[in-house]
């Protein structure tokens, strides 16, 4: 019986990297599960393969016929943007697992779609003046840097990875309070990209873990 494996992190986190390097290890054998959005595509994106990009009656007639599996909206600074998981046929639990990137609030909608057990969650992490450069980084090779969807992207990550709801993902496996300033102790989901080769050695020896 397969699993969704499902990765998530703040932005420029390295999450990307991680994802194509597991999709890429021959041992582990995930499949895709490619999701939807409204947004436009990037430089170096192809159709269908990072997204599937659709417009805005597209969304609506996928609801209409029960497709979605959950959505989210992001209120940018080039208008509304919409990411969503589909059930189009694309997942087979029953012979395949999968890897997916996505949000702490779609992972929990995910979760409750699928069987219990089904949608395990991986959390990568990485201090906020790193991921700010590797943000940075990433914009300025843009055809269109879009400096203030950056900015916006990253504060929002405040609220979205804040501790309570990493504690309701079940990444948190306590708070404790050392010298005046908050530690957090991550479960064993949680992984630390200071180094992406390692990081992602790590993830694959947690995925081994659950038998096929």
């Known amino acids: 019986m397969g ?8 932005s420029a986190s390295g999450k ?3 994802y194509q390097r597991l999709m890429q290890d021959k041992d582990l054998n995930l499949n895709p599960i490619v999701l939807y959005t409204t947004r436009p595509i990037r430089d170096g994106e192809t159709d269908g393969v990072d997204y ?5 009656d597209q969304v609506k007639e996928l609801d209409k016929m029960g497709h979605i599996v959950e959505m989210r909206t992001y209120d940018t600074m080039y208008g509304p943007w919409r990411y969503l998981t589909v059930d189009d046929g694309q997942i087979d639990l029953e012979k395949k697992n999968y890897i997916v990137i996505g949000t702490l609030e ?3 909608k995910v979760k409750d779609y699928f069987e219990e057990g089904k949608v395990v969650p991986i959390y990568v992490y990485l201090d906020d003046g790193k991921r700010l450069e590797w943000a940075m980084e990433r914009e300025k090779k843009q055809r269109i840097p879009r400096y203030s969807e950056m900015c916006r992207r990253f504060l929002a990550d405040e ?11 079940a990444l948190i496996q306590d708070v404790c309070i050392v010298n005046g300033e908050e530690q957090i102790v991550y479960t ?6 200071s180094n992406s080769e390692v990081c992602t050695a790590h993830i694959k020896k947690f995925i081994e873990s ?3």
């Open 159 to 169: 609220k979205d990875f804040s501790t309570e709801n990493l504690k309701r993902c």
């Open 210 to 212: 659950f038998p096929s």
């Open 52 to 56: 599937h990009f659709i417009s805005e």
């Open 188 to 193: 064993q989901n949680a992984f630390f990209n």
């Open 106 to 108: 779609s992972f929990l």
């Open 16 to 18: 990307d990297t991680i």
């Open 3 to 10: 699993k969704i494996f499902y990765l998530m992190g703040k």
